[in-house]
């Protein structure tokens, strides 16, 4: 199972970016994907989820509104939009991925539902 997180970087607040996460070695559309984010001295929080199986989007109330989860199965990539970033949306962005097609039904924003989670890309929003 790989994870490739990509596409973060430095933007001003109120400015976009999008992030991808680029899956290899499991059945994709069978899965659930998820971004989780860890900012400096806090928890790490479960932003969003994309069931693949069941067509299912899941979003925190935190970003709810400005950041938008898709999937492209050609490609097995996992797509994070964000847009109107705040400086509060920095942290680490990590990808993870929920292997049991039997679970996708019941996917949740909590990061510890997650088997096998890919390297973070770093999102730093200036004020």
């Known amino acids: 199972v790989q994870l490739q997180a990509s596409g973060g970087g430095l933007v001003q607040a109120g400015g976009s970016l999008r992030l991808s996460c680029a899956a290899s070695?499991?059945?994709?559309?069978?899965?659930?994907i998820g971004w989780v984010r860890q900012a400096p001295g806090k928890e790490r929080e479960g932003i969003s989820c994309?069931?693949?199986?069941?067509?299912?989007?899941y979003y925190a109330a935190s970003v709810k509104g400005r950041f938008t989860i898709s999937s492209d199965s050609a490609k097995n990539t996992v797509y994070l939009q964000m847009n109107s970033l705040k400086p509060e949306d920095t942290g680490v962005y990590y990808c993870?991925?929920?292997?049991?097609?039997?679970?996708?039904?019941?996917?949740?924003?909590?990061?510890?539902?997650?088997?096998?989670w890919g390297q973070g890309t770093q999102v730093t929003v200036s004020s």
């Open positions: 070695g499991f059945s994709f559309d069978d899965s659930a």
């Open positions: 994309i069931s693949v199986s069941e067509s299912t989007t």
């Open positions: 993870a991925v929920v292997l049991d097609p039997t679970r996708n039904g019941a996917v949740t924003l909590a990061w510890g539902q997650y088997d096998w």
